[in-house]
């Protein structure tokens, strides 16, 4: 059956605070200062590359040096904090399905390559070099594991809201990767001078014929 037919915000880096009934507002604006730092530093790093120094990273975030190393004893600590948060907040903001499934694969192909437009040197950094300090090596892991998992998660759920049967094929998993990643939305707007708009159509549409094109191996 062809797929064209078939009808059918910020991270947290420590545990949320509501969850106990001791709760107290104390709690919550230490967790909301929190949140803004890694957030401050997830966005100076994302904009200017790894190398930013605790002076820069204390400026961004509108505290004290002495703020940040009661927080993070090292610079590698709070920029591996600062991306993990990110991590969290990408697969939270991709949407559920809810009954119609090229709707929904519009709408996660827009998100991602909306997300992945405000990405700048800090993640290519991040994603390229083999130097770096363990703690932010280790965060690239977990990055790069997360979006491994988010991508089979949404090629799964296209596969089978489809009407494809069994596992979804490696090769519809590796077309979603690939027309998804941050490197994709990269090459079109830097190499051709398109909006990140123009990426999520070109994904769109790759991925939709990839899913018609197994689902039709797959009734042969």
């Not at 903001?93 to 709408?107: E, F, K, M, S």
Request: glycine share 6%; aromatic share 6%; charged share 25%.
């Amino acid at each position: 059956m062809a797929l064209m037919s078939v009808k059918t915000e910020p991270g947290r880096y420590a545990r949320p605070v509501a969850e106990s009934g001791s709760s107290t507002l104390a709690d919550a604006k230490r967790q909301a200062a929190l949140d803004h730092i890694l957030a401050a530093a997830r966005r100076l790093v994302l904009t200017n590359g790894l190398d930013a120094t605790m002076d820069q990273l204390a400026e961004a975030a509108g505290v004290s040096r002495r703020t940040l190393f009661r927080l993070f004893a090292t610079r590698e600590k709070l920029l591996a904090a600062a991306f993990e948060a990110g991590i969290t907040n990408y697969r939270q903001q991709l949407p559920a399905y809810r009954g119609d499934v090229q709707r929904w694969l519009r709408t996660t192909c827009d998100e991602a390559h909306r997300m992945n437009a405000v990405i700048g040197p800090g993640f290519f950094e991040l994603a390229s070099r083999t130097d770096l300090p363990p703690d932010l090596a280790a965060a690239e892991r977990r990055r790069l594991q997360e979006f491994r998992g988010a991508m089979a998660d949404i090629t799964g759920t296209l596969w089978r809201t489809a009407g494809g049967e069994g596992k979804a094929p490696r090769a519809l998993e590796i077309t979603v990767s690939a027309h998804l990643s941050p490197h994709f939305t990269a090459a079109l707007v830097t190499d051709t001078g398109q909006r990140w708009q123009t990426a999520a159509e070109l994904a769109y549409s790759a991925i939709l014929a990839a899913a018609n094109r197994e689902l039709a191996k797959a009734a042969d």
